[in-house]
C-alpha cells in the first residue's frame, strides 16, 4: 500500500538544496543526497500533495467516466476504446487511478504525521481534509479497502481491508478531528510556515473548514438512499461549524501555471493544446448525448457554449457529438465536431489555438457551485432546520454555476432559461415532491459539471437514477446499464491477494456499494 512517489522525492530534495534550512548539507558526516525526515518538513510535501491533488482532478484517469456519463465520446479518428464502450472492464481498468490516488494520499499521510510532530496542527487538519475527498473516490469506485492499516507497511505489509461503511464513518470523524486542527490559533511561526506552503487557501483557516464541511456533506448525501439514514446530528455539527462552500469559495490551487512543457494547468495540459499549439486530446469530443440535452428545451442552454467550441471551431457548423459506442466509420472526425470549450480550456486565438489562459488557469479541485448543489439537495430533503426553501437554494447554486462557467451575465441568462424551461417552473411549485425535487436538482447538477467532476455525476446516477433518457449507454455494450463500480485493481491481487480475495467475486453490474439502492 506504500506507494513512493519517485517525482516528489527528487523534487522535494531539489527544493531541499535550494532552501536556506539545508546549510548543512556540506557536513561531511551527512549524506547530501539522502532525503530525511530533519530535511524534508512537512510544508514541502503538503504543497507537492496540494498541486498533486489537482492534478488528480484535472487527470485523464477519469476519462472513462466522461464517457460512461455521455460528456464525451470519441471521435472517428482513433479506434475506440473497447473496454470503455463495451463496459467490460478487467483488474487492470482502475489499476492507474488507484495507485495515483494512493501515491497522493500517502503524500497527505506524511505530511499529517509531519504536522503533528512539528506542532503545525493547521497543516495537519487541511492534510486531513484532502485525505478524505480522495478516500471516498476510492470507496465510491471500489468499495471496502485497506484504510485503518494503510501506509503502516512495517506493522501491516499486507493491509487488511475495512467495510466501505465504516471507512465512511472514519472519514466522518476524522473530518471533525481535522476541524478542531483547523480552529487551532497557530503561533506566528508556524502561521507563516502554514501560509506560505499552502497553494490553495493561501493559509484560509476558515475557508479549510467550510472545505471540511462541504466534504462531511458529500458523504451524507451519498448515503441519503440507505434506509433508516439519519443525517441530523452531523448536519448540525455543519451547520454549527459555519455551513458549506458558497459563492466565490471554490477550492483550487495554481502554484504557477504556465504555457511551456510539464507546467501547463493539469487539465488544460491533458485536453487543451501544448506549448507548440497542437491538440492534447485528439481522439475525444463532444458526447451527442450531452448536446441534445443542453438543446432540449425551448432555446439552447448557455450552458453548452462554456464547455464546447462548434464543431471545426466555426460558429456556422454549430455543436456536433458523436453516439458514444457507434462504429466508428458512423463517427465524425475531430474537426467536424466539437471540441472542449472555454469554461474547460480557456479561449482560442484566430487560429485556433490556445491563446495560452487555459494553461495558466487555476486548476478547479471543489468548485463552489458543486458545494451549493449538495446544499440545495440537502435542503430539499428537510436536512437544514429552519431552511425549507429549496428553490433559492436551487437558483443560488445555478447562479453559481453559470458565473463560475463564464456565461455572459448570468443572472440574465438564468432568468431566461429558467423561463424557457417548464421543468424548472414545476421544480418551484409548492406541491412538487422532495424526491422530484432533488432528481431536478441532480440533473442541474449534472448539466454543470461537464468535465469539471464527472465521479460526482457518476455516484449521483448510481444512487438517484435521474436520467430518464438511456442514450447515454453505449451501443457497443450488451448491457443497458453502466457499471455500478469498478473491480479491485490488479496491484492490489499482486500485493495483498490474501486479503483482497477475501473480499468474494466482485461484478462490475451488480455487486453495489452499500449506499446504492
Known amino acids: 500500500m506504500k506507494h513512493i512517489n519517485k517525482i516528489f522525492l527528487f523534487t522535494v530534495l531539489s527544493l531541499c538544496l535550494a532552501t ?20 524534508v518538513t512537512p510544508e514541502l510535501i503538503f504543497t507537492q500533495a496540494e498541486n498533486a491533488v489537482g492534478a488528480r482532478q484535472g487527470s485523464g484517469d477519469w476519462g472513462f467516466l466522461d464517457q460512461w456519463m455521455g460528456y464525451f465520446s470519441q471521435n472517428e479518428d482513433f479506434a475506440p476504446q473497447q473496454n470503455v464502450i463495451t463496459y467490460n472492464i478487467d483488474f487492470s481498468f482502475g489499476n492507474t487511478l488507484f495507485l495515483n490516488h494512493l501515491n497522493v494520499l500517502f503524500d497527505l499521510h506524511q505530511a499529517a504525521s509531519k504536522g503533528l510532530v512539528s506542532g503545525d496542527t493547521v497543516l495537519t487538519g487541511a492534510s486531513m481534509v484532502l485525505s478524505a475527498k480522495l478516500w471516498q473516490e476510492l ?25 466501505a461503511q465504516d471507512i465512511y464513518k472514519a472519514l466522518q470523524l476524522s473530518l471533525d478531528s481535522a476541524i478542531i486542527y483547523l480552529q487551532n490559533v497557530p503561533g506566528l511561526t508556524a502561521k507563516k510556515a502554514f501560509g506560505g ?29 440507505v434506509s433508516g439514514f ?29 504555457n511551456d512543457v510539464n507546467k501547463q494547468s493539469p487539465f488544460y495540459q491533458n485536453n487543451g493544446w501544448s506549448p507548440t499549439g497542437t491538440l492534447t486530446n485528439t481522439s475525444n469530443d463532444a458526447n451527442a448525448y450531452i448536446i441534445d440535452q443542453f438543446e432540449a428545451g425551448n432555446s439552447p442552454d448557455p450552458r453548452e457554449e462554456r464547455f ?28 467536424a465536431s466539437s471540441y472542449f470549450g472555454p469554461a474547460l480550456v480557456g479561449t482560442i ?36 432546520a429552519g431552511n425549507s426553501d429549496a428553490a433559492a437554494a436551487y437558483n443560488n447554486a445555478m447562479l453559481e454555476a453559470f458565473t463560475w462557467l463564464g456565461v455572459p451575465d448570468p443572472a440574465t441568462a438564468l432568468a431566461d432559461y429558467t423561463a424557457d424551461n417548464p421543468d424548472v417552473a414545476d421544480f418551484t411549485n409548492a406541491g412538487s415532491s422532495a424526491e422530484s425535487r432533488v432528481k431536478f436538482i441532480a440533473y442541474q447538477k449534472y448539466l454543470s459539471l461537464v468535465g469539471v467532476d464527472p465521479y460526482e455525476v457518476y455516484t449521483d446516477l448510481n444512487r438517484l437514477h435521474f436520467l430518464t433518457d438511456k442514450s447515454y449507454i453505449s451501443l457497443a455494450a450488451s448491457k443497458t446499464q453502466l457499471p455500478v463500480r469498478l473491480l479491485y485493481p490488479q496491484s492490489e491481487y499482486t500485493s495483498n491477494a490474501t486479503n483482497v480475495q477475501q473480499q468474494g467475486t466482485i461484478d462490475q453490474f451488480n455487486s453495489k456499494l452499500f449506499w446504492q439502492p
Not at 314 to 329: E, H, L, Y
Request: proline fraction near 5%; charge should be neutral.
Open 308 to 335: 464546447f467550441y462548434p464543431a471545426g471551431f466555426n460558429a456556422a457548423n454549430g455543436f456536433v457529438g458523436n453516439v458514444f459506442g457507434a462504429p466508428s466509420i458512423t463517427l465524425n472526425k475531430g474537426n
Open 197 to 225: 506552503a499552502d497553494i490553495i487557501n493561501k493559509g484560509d483557516q476558515s475557508k479549510w473548514i467550510l472545505f471540511a464541511n462541504t466534504m462531511k456533506l458529500r458523504l451524507l448525501i451519498r448515503q441519503s438512499e
Open 230 to 258: 439519519d443525517a441530523s446530528a452531523e448536519m448540525a455539527k455543519i451547520i454549527a461549524n459555519g455551513g458549506v462552500l458558497m459563492a466565490g469559495q471554490s477550492i483550487s490551487v495554481n502554484p504557477g501555471y504556465s
Open 349 to 384: 486565438t484566430s487560429s485556433n489555438v490556445g491563446d495560452g489562459s487555459g494553461a495558466k488557469q487555476d486548476q478547479w479541485i471543489y468548485p463552489s457551485y458543486e458545494s451549493m448543489f449538495l446544499w440545495a439537495e440537502a435542503v430539499a430533503r428537510g436536512w437544514v
Open 20 to 39: 536556506t534550512g539545508c546549510k548543512k548539507y556540506l557536513d561531511v558526516n551527512t549524506d547530501p543526497n539522502r532525503v530525511t525526515d530533519q530535511n
Open 139 to 163: 470507496v465510491d469506485l471500489f468499495g471496502n479497502l485497506p484504510y485503518t492499516q494503510a501506509f503502516q507497511t512495517t506493522k501491516y505489509p499486507t493491509p487488511a481491508y475495512d467495510k
